[in-house]
Nanobody, 115 residues
Framework: QVQLVESGGGSVQAGDSLRLSCTAS????????MGWFRQAPGKQREFVGS????????YVIDSTKGRFRVSRDNAKNTVYLEMNRLKPEDTAVYYC????????WGQGTQVTVSS
């Protein structure tokens, strides 16, 4: 059984940066495309970005391009989301999973951006 644990969130000011981590246990992520997702209050969970198994290709949604970057360390079984120049509209609970999601969701990590 795979367990995903997200961390690194917090309450920050607009323009600040955060680096989120997601570590998997119970299964290796090395052969999986991994993604980051977020759910804002009152909204459905949305896809944010992804990275291929060999880190050869990354993708983020338009609203985060130039600000967010997905990376991974397969040796640590961990995926990262580097977030720069944060905006209030980035406020959400952030989750990782395979892309598309196949594993049980973790508890997520809260990111709150104030103006």
């Amino acid at each position: 059984q795979v367990q995903l644990v997200e961390s690194g969130g917090g309450s920050v000011q607009a323009g600040d940066s955060l680096r989120l981590s997601c570590t998997a246990s119970g299964r290796t992520i090395s052969s999986s495309e991994m993604g980051w997702f977020r759910q804002a209050p009152g909204k459905q969970r949305e896809f944010v970005g992804s990275i291929t198994a060999n880190s050869g290709h990354t993708y983020v949604i338009d609203s985060t391009k130039g600000r967010f970057r997905v990376s991974r360390d397969n040796a640590k079984n961990t995926v990262y989301l580097e977030m720069n120049r944060l905006k209030p509209e980035d406020t959400a609970v952030y989750y990782c999973n395979t892309d598309p999601p196949e594993w049980d969701w973790g508890q997520g990590t809260q990111v709150t951006v104030s103006s």
